[in-house]
């Protein structure tokens, strides 16, 4: 009875009651308007035939477009109504506009170092093309005078957290998607209090959908009473909006402008192995000092700039100017960031690209595999043309459908010769991609649609940095942990119906 009670006045059924009742007021004005039933049939249905075609002309992925059309051509009454009320961008153009403006504003602190950028080229012109990319259309730019480290567990990034914010004298910025009360976050929210007591600017950004079961109402009214200043991304309203799906899935971590973190792991005690609702969860995280931390900096800043509608002085938290920055290099180090606010899909992109020019080898782990034609023929001909593709991805699911919806792509890429390896321990949450011994990718974007298309992401890009070879060192030997699926295993997995259900699912995936 407890468990029923605390359900009933919980935050997320009041949101869902609130939304099957605008559902209900809609069903309700539908039914009012059947007298006119004629004229409202033939006024939508045509709306819907302007809808498709639109839709077949946007230059958008294949999968959107078939998706959409097929729901709306089955559903020629509302398909339409649906498409513009939950298929468009769900940020309004204001937000857009805003957006962009932030971005535009920071551009004096991501300018590239041309001369970084031509040692670049001169020693590999494909990922100085790679990195090139990244610069024009993520819009921070490459940095050598950068040192890094990779965390292979949630538990090792966790304690050098701690020693890394224990240290700080002027400034801590959080992101994260997720936080939960807990060993983990509540161990950070001790120093946090302690150095905004000591006068030391800690900023929180947290993203409200994320974090939607698993903090108070209004919890940032507690940060602030602690004396933190705090942001929360996007909202949740009860309102029927395709918005819902725009949230913030960075997690970034800024020190005094010189030492940053960032990877998969969020503040919640699964990621350290407190509690196990998924078996062993397994994620990882890098560590940036230097001169590469700027661009994780402004990247947060404008975020809370976005958020607050600010338009603030960045310079005293760029690298050096707070406190004395460690200007020595290790490898090639290029933070991104992609958002869902424009038409370039920088995740997904990067990843491609990588697959595209890899040579020998590329490793790849991802929690879910829900991904269109493009990457799914890139992963095969990349096989196909003998390179050593692996991919690995959870024993245990977080969410069942998902899991399923990631074994019905392992079929195809087997054929094609891509090795698949589940970690039976538990659950993967890690993204990663490494090629070639030369570069890496660590960051938050998943091989899915909301990664690519949904959500606010970041990443590191690597080359010929220590973590290269740290990522492929953490890779072989999780993989020893791993069953390495094969076509039999598909056939055991799924039956008939299965594969059929599944097939349809993977039609609509695009939506969700």
Known sequence: MKKIAKLLVSRMFIVILLML??????????????????????ALTLLSLVVVIRIVNKDIDPGFKLAWSIVILLVPIFGGLFYMIFGTNGMRKSYIRGYAKVHQDSAPYRQPDPAVEERLRALDHGAANQSHYISAFSGYPLCDRTTSHYFPSGEAKFEALKVELQKARHFIFLEYFILEEGVMW??????????AAAGVDVRVIYDDIGSLQTLPYR????LRRRGIRCAVFNPFRPVLSIRLNNRDHRKI???DGNVGFT????????????????????????????????????????????????HEDYGPYMPGVAAPSDQSGDG????????????????????????NQAQDYVYITSPYLIVGNEMMTALELAAKRGVDVRLMTPGIPDKKY?????????????RAGVALYEYTPGFIHAKSFVSDDEIAVVGTINLDYRSFYHHFENGVWFYRAGVVAEVRQDFLETQQRCHRVTLEDCRKMMSLPSRLALGLMRVFAPLF
Do not use: C
Request: aromatic residues 16%.
């Open 186 to 195: 509540n161990s950070i929210l001790e120093i946090l209090t302690e150095k």
């Open 332 to 355: 090639f180090v290029q933070v991104y960031g992609d958002s869902p606010l424009d038409d370039e899909r920088v995740g997904e992109y990067t990843y491609l690209d990588i697959i």
């Open 253 to 255: 971590v800024v020190i």
């Open 402 to 414: 998902v899991y399923l919806m990631t074994r019905a792509s392992y079929e195809p890429l087997i």
């Open 263 to 310: 990877g998969g792991i969020n503040l919640a005690d699964e990621y350290i192995n407190v509690t196990h609702p998924h078996g062993h969860w397994k994620d990882t995280a890098v560590i940036l000092r230097g001169e590469a931390v700027r661009s994780l900096t402004v990247m947060f800043l404008e975020t809370w700039d976005f958020i607050h509608h600010t």
């Open 21 to 42: 009742l605008q559902f209900g007021v809609l069903i309700d004005f539908v039914y009012h308007l059947s007298q006119y039933f004629v004229y409202l049939y033939a």
């Open 219 to 222: 919890y940032d009214e507690e």
